[in-house]
């Protein structure tokens, strides 16, 4: 196993990897990979930055482990992604509740939606609706994309659940922005931990993952997901959004 690994992730996608400030990245992602590795491993932490600038520097080998990477899309030759996945992210459309509330995809039709820039390349959804048929505009982050929704400059948009109801619940109230959520998600994205082809620690691929796959029989996930705070927070929000 490679002594020294440098880790980068996103500063936006709760609770996997976020950013509360501008100097560290955490997140049960992180301390999943802390303690799948031996004890005597030397873990280095990127700055938090755009994920799309993190992608780039796995991409040249500036780091050696994405923490979270859910698209598998880019060229074969950038990253290697673990198996098995750590978990999945489901996306979902987010509305401005009303007081006839959507119930399907297909109700989205006549109306003016938002995704965000990496998953803009979807063309359809887990269940096979066409979603080229939808009006969607590219929103940078969750955070533009409800502010985007707040100033009625779009009627929804489609992101990771955790990551837009943590955005909303630290902006926004009921009262400013009351928000609903189609109960039905539009994907169902595995979440993976990936190696940069650059990396020294390519060597130790089939170390880790089987680390992953012993970690996550003994229950890892489930209990770091447990121990969040964010968990408590979101799960109490989830039933009032499909409401």
């Not at 509330?101 to 109700?107: D, E, I, V």
């Not at 982050?141 to 619940?169: H, N, T």
């Not at 902006?171 to 993976?192: C, G, W």
């Not at 890892?220 to 121990?227: F, I, P, S, T, V």
Request: include cysteine; charge should be neutral; aromatic fraction near 8%.
């Amino acid at each position: 196993m490679c002594s020294e690994i440098r880790i980068g992730g996103s500063p936006d996608a709760p609770p996997i990897s976020y950013a509360i400030s501008e100097d560290s990245l955490r997140g049960i992602g992180f301390d999943f990979v802390r303690q799948i590795l031996p004890k005597q491993t030397q873990i280095k932490i990127a700055k938090p930055m755009p994920w799309l600038r993190a992608i780039q520097w796995a991409r040249d080998g500036h780091i050696d482990l994405l923490v979270g990477l859910q698209h598998t899309h880019y060229p074969p030759d950038w990253f290697t992604y673990l198996e098995p996945p750590l978990t999945t992210s489901a996306h979902s459309v987010f509305y401005r509740r009303r007081e006839i509330p959507l119930r399907n995809l297909h109700a989205l039709l006549p109306l003016r939606g938002a995704a965000l820039r990496e998953a803009k390349s979807a063309t359809h959804s887990h269940t096979g609706f066409d979603l080229t048929q939808l009006t969607l505009t590219t929103a940078d982050s969750v955070e533009k994309a409800l502010k985007m929704l707040a100033l009625g400059r779009i009627d929804y948009f489609i992101a990771p659940q955790w990551q837009a109801i943590s955005s909303w619940l630290n902006v926004y109230s009921e009262q400013s922005l009351p928000l609903a959520m189609l109960p039905e998600p539009v994907q169902i994205n595995p979440v993976y931990l990936a190696l940069s082809n650059q990396s020294p620690c390519l060597a130790d691929k089939e170390a880790l993952e089987a680390a992953i796959i012993k970690a996550k029989r003994e229950g890892l996930m489930e209990a770091l997901l447990e121990q969040s705070f964010l968990y408590s927070n979101v799960v109490d929000q989830f039933h009032n959004l499909i409401r």
